[in-house]
C-alpha cells in the first residue's frame, strides 16, 4: 500500500520569499507524484508532476525535487505571492489509476 | 486544455432527495473519472473510479447502492447520492484522466451538497 504525509499542517511565508513545502511517501514502488493547489471552495488544480525517473522538474516558478533514497517530495515556489496562498496536497501513485493524497499543507503569504 | 466541469456547485435539498451530480471533461476524452468526497479541512478521500462503459470500482466502505456512478461516454460521469441525509452533506470531487499510464488527474471545482 501507500500512505503519504505531510511535515507540516500550515507553512507561512513572507511575500516574495521562497516556499517550500514537504511530503513523504512509504513504498518505494510508487512511481508518478503531483503536486496539486487547492484553492477555498475549489477543486485541486495541478501544479507539477514529476516520474520516479527524474529528480527535478522545473515550471514557472515552481520546482519538485524527488529524493526516491528517502522516499521524500517537495515543492518549491519561488518569489511567493498572495496568489499562492492556498491547501497544497502531494499526490503518490503506484503503478494504478488512483492517486493517495497527502494531508496537504495551507500556505499563508503575509505582505 | 484538460478542463473539467461539474455541476452543480451548490446543492441545498430535503433529507431523502436524491441528488445527481455530472462531471464532464471538455477537452479531451476521459477513459477514467474519479469521484472524491472532501470533509472541512481535510483531504480527499478516494470513493470510486469509473471506467466508461463498464462498472464503478468502489473504495472499501463506500456503499454502492448509496453512491450510483454512471460512466456512459467518454467526456461524461455521473453521480447520484440516493435517498441523501444529513451525514451525507460534504463536497463532492471529481476528476478525469486520459488514462494512458501515468497521468495526472484533472479536478473539477466540486458539488457543495447540503442536506437539510
Known amino acids: 500500500g501507500e500512505s503519504v504525509g505531510l511535515h507540516l499542517p500550515t507553512l507561512s511565508v513572507q511575500e516574495g520569499d521562497n516556499s517550500i513545502i514537504n511530503c513523504a511517501y512509504s513504498n518505494s514502488a510508487s512511481d508518478y507524484f503531483i503536486w496539486y493547489k487547492q484553492e477555498s471552495g475549489k477543486g485541486p488544480q495541478f501544479i507539477i508532476d514529476?516520474?520516479?525517473?527524474?529528480d527535478k522538474r522545473q515550471g514557472q516558478r515552481v520546482t519538485v525535487l524527488l529524493n526516491k533514497t528517502v522516499k521524500h517530495l517537495s515543492l518549491q515556489i519561488a518569489a511567493t505571492q498572495p496568489g499562492d496562498s492556498a491547501v497544497y496536497f502531494c499526490?503518490?501513485?503506484?503503478?494504478?489509476?488512483?492517486?493517495?493524497f497527502g494531508t496537504g499543507t495551507r500556505l499563508q503569504v503575509f505582505p | 486544455g484538460a478542463v473539467v466541469s461539474q455541476h452543480p456547485s451548490w446543492v441545498i435539498c430535503k433529507s431523502g432527495t436524491s441528488v445527481k451530480i455530472e462531471c464532464r471533461s471538455l477537452?479531451?476524452?476521459?477513459?477514467?473519472m474519479f469521484w472524491y468526497r472532501q470533509f472541512p479541512k481535510q483531504s480527499l478521500m478516494l470513493m470510486a473510479t469509473s471506467n466508461e462503459g463498464s462498472k464503478a470500482t468502489y473504495e472499501q466502505g463506500v456503499e454502492k447502492d448509496k453512491f450510483l456512478i454512471n460512466h456512459a461516454s467518454l467526456t461524461l460521469s455521473t453521480l447520484t447520492v440516493t435517498s441523501a441525509h444529513p451525514e451525507d452533506s460534504s463536497f463532492y470531487i471529481c476528476s478525469a484522466s486520459r488514462g494512458q499510464g501515468n497521468q495526472p488527474q484533472h479536478f473539477g471545482d466540486g458539488t457543495r451538497l447540503s442536506i437539510l
Open positions: 499526490a503518490v501513485n503506484l503503478n494504478t489509476d488512483k492517486l493517495i
Open positions: 477537452d479531451f476524452q476521459a477513459t477514467t
Open positions: 514529476i516520474r520516479s525517473n527524474m
